[in-house]
């Protein structure tokens, strides 16, 4: 009885001591999010554009920003030139693409849908 015993506390010590000297596994990176991504990729967009010297007075469409997702540029309130189609992203509109973010003419968000 007094070995099994001196054998159980010998275990709980052990154990003890391992679990002690065991560095903690950090928890993984997220992977950014498909919006996440999508607005990187759009503000990246717009300041390509921009030194390209485009006008963004029309509110045109920037392109592609990822994998279904497009990026737009438009007026805070609106206006009507946001609405005609030849300013907005042929892929939005084909249904080619199903979320769009939304910029003013200075790359400032508006929307993210």
């Known amino acids: 009885m007094k070995k ?5 506390i ?3 010590l052990t154990l003890t001591a ?3 000297n065991q560095a903690a596994t950090p ?5 950014p999010s498909s919006q996440d991504v999508a607005l990187k990729n759009a503000l990246n967009l717009y300041a390509q554009k921009k030194s390209a010297g485009v006008d963004f007075s029309a509110g045109p469409c920037l392109g592609l920003a990822a994998p279904d997702w497009v990026a737009d540029i438009a007026h805070n309130p609106r206006q ?3 609405d005609n189609p ?3 992203c042929k892929d939005f509109l084909e249904g ?3 979320h769009f973010v939304e910029l003013d003419p200075d790359g400032k968000l508006i929307r993210i849908n």
Request: glycine content about 0%; proline content about 8%.
């Open 4 to 8: 099994l015993l001196l054998v159980l």
């Open 10 to 12: 010998v275990l709980t």
């Open 18 to 20: 391992c679990s002690k």
């Open 80 to 82: 009507k030139v946001d």
């Open 96 to 98: 080619n693409a199903h």
């Open 27 to 31: 928890a993984p990176t997220p992977s």
């Open 86 to 88: 030849e300013n907005q």
